[in-house]
T-cell receptor
């Protein structure tokens, strides 16, 4: 079945760039998403990219999609302590149960001052 | 304000005592779903509904029931909760046309003793 994989932890220093990586297996993925979850909070959609795009930039966030390698990354520029959270990669397909989201395990980002 | 609401937000119960977690959205979305979040596993879909009176199983439906009698509500029912259903539960809704983003509720943290 479909699978999405992420590394579990990433630690960076404040002001550095963070890069969170994700791989997926579903070649029919239509959209790929990045969600942020702060401690004790719900899911916040950060950004998403359509599968025919290579890159999307939104302020400090840059999403890169390599469809050939089924690899998605999220770069956070000038990382701040407020960026500490769990980041989930997810994918959906129009052909998969009307758009069910398949989530990765989540990457816990720790930003040290 | 467009939102998905869930109640209760926190619940402690005992094995075998039936419970219902309510979910309601005010965006007239056709598509609603339930996910559970467990450490190291990300979020997994329990059930989904494409419209009123149309529901189907997700990836982990065992031990759960749902109903969709009205468009705005999608309750999750645990007829006989067990400790392995201790988890964080999220309801989501979307219009789902060509990848419309899904809106998540704030989550319900359930502990089954």
């Amino acid at each position: 079945g479909e699978d999405v994989e992420q590394s579990l932890f990433l630690s960076v220093r404040e002001g550095d760039s963070s890069v969170i990586n994700c791989t997926y297996t579903d070649s029919s993925s239509t959209y790929l998403y990045w969600y942020k979850q702060e401690p004790g909070a719900g899911l916040q959609l950060l950004t998403y990219i359509f599968s025919n795009m290579d890159m999307k930039q939104d302020q400090r966030l840059t999403v890169l999609l390599n469809k050939k390698d089924k690899h998605l990354s999220l770069r956070i520029a000038d990382t701040q302590t407020g960026d500490s959270a769990i980041y989930f990669c997810a994918e959906s397909s129009l052909y998969n149960q009307g758009g069910k989201l398949i989530f990765g395990q989540g990457t816990e980002l720790s930003v040290k001052p | 304000e467009a939102q998905v609401t869930q109640n209760p937000r926190y619940l402690i119960t005992v094995t075998g005592k039936k419970l219902t977690v309510t979910c309601s959205q005010n965006m007239n979305h056709e598509y609603m779903s339930w996910y559970r979040q467990d450490p190291g596993l990300g979020l997994r879909q329990i059930y989904y509904s494409m419209n009123v009176e149309v529901t189907d199983k997700g990836d982990v439906p065992e031990g759960y029931k749902v109903s969709r009698k009205e468009k705005r509500n999608f309750p999750l029912i645990l007829e006989s909760p067990s400790p392995n259903q201790t988890s964080l539960y999220f309801c989501a809704s979307s219009t789902y046309r060509d990848g419309e983003t899904q809106y998540f509720g704030p989550g319900t943290r359930l502990l089954v003793l």
